[in-house]
Antibody, heavy 122, light 107 residues
Framework: EVQLVESGGGLVKPGGSLRLACAAS????????MGWVRQAPGKGLEWVGR??????????GYAAPVKGRFTISRDDSKNTLYLQMNSLKTEDTAVYYC?????????????WGPGTLVTVSS | DIQLTQSPSSLSASVGDRVTITCRAS??????LNWYQHKPGKAPKLLIY???FLQTGVPSRFSGRESGTDFTLTISNLQPEDFATYYC?????????FGQGTKLDIK
């Protein structure tokens, strides 16, 4: 059974940093593209970014609001995905979801974690 | 960046009804369009991928269509568990933007 469990959320001050982790199990992590999606309170889903497998060059792509501040990385030896968030703003307050990105004809987020809440506030 | 415009933003319907949600893209997507269902406090769920393909385990009352830059999600014979918020998302190029969402509630 595929399981994704996010951790690392919490309260942080504006300008601060936080690193989220996503522990994956039940599938071959190194063969899977992975992604992050967030939902701010009362708002819709917002795509944050995704990272390819190392075999597919391992690069990450980001949404404009987080580009240059957030970094997605992966540790295939630990089956873990990371989201390093720097220079945090109040508008980054959201539940952050980890997803697998499957190539089902086209890329799609097929498995999701339960999410972890990040609150950016002074 | 590709923009997705979803309509309506909210919709009221009754059990047994048939409803359609539309997602219009700012450019051709060549079927790179997915649909998700999201319920409060739960993780989103993939319903339809590549515009028309039903994800494994999703009931056949859900269906997707593509016509140019317009995509539709249709739910036939609405069931109580279908009341949720629905999102389209493209995966044609970075960033994989979501639509604004359509909240479906009980009339």
């Amino acid at each position: 059974e595929v399981q994704l469990v996010e951790s690392g959320g919490g309260l942080v001050k504006p300008g601060g940093s936080l690193r989220l982790a996503c522990a994956a199990s039940g599938f071959t992590f190194s063969n899977s593209w992975m992604g992050w999606v967030r939902q701010a309170p009362g708002k819709g889903l917002e795509w944050v970014g995704r990272i390819k497998t190392k075999r597919d060059d391992g690069t990450a792509g980001y949404a404009a609001p987080v580009k240059g501040r957030f970094t997605i990385s992966r540790d295939d030896s630990k089956n873990t995905l990371y989201l390093q968030m720097n220079s945090l703003k109040t508008e980054d307050t959201a539940v952050y979801y980890c997803t697998t990105v499957v190539f089902a004809v086209v890329p799609a987020c097929d498995y999701w974690g339960p999410g972890t809440l990040v609150t950016v506030s002074s | 960046d590709i923009q997705l415009t979803q309509s309506p933003s909210s919709l009221s319907a009754s059990v047994g009804d048939r409803v359609t949600i539309t997602c219009r893209a700012s450019q051709t997507l060549n079927s790179y369009l997915n649909w998700y269902q999201h319920k409060p406090g739960k993780a989103p769920k993939l319903l339809i991928y590549a515009a028309t393909f039903l994800q494994t385990g999703v009931p056949s009352r859900f269906s997707g269509r593509e016509s140019g830059t317009d995509f539709t999600l249709t739910i036939s014979n609405l069931q109580p568990e279908d009341f949720a918020t629905y999102y389209c998302q493209h995966s044609y190029s970075i960033p994989y933007t979501f639509g604004q969402g359509t909240k479906l509630d009980i009339k």
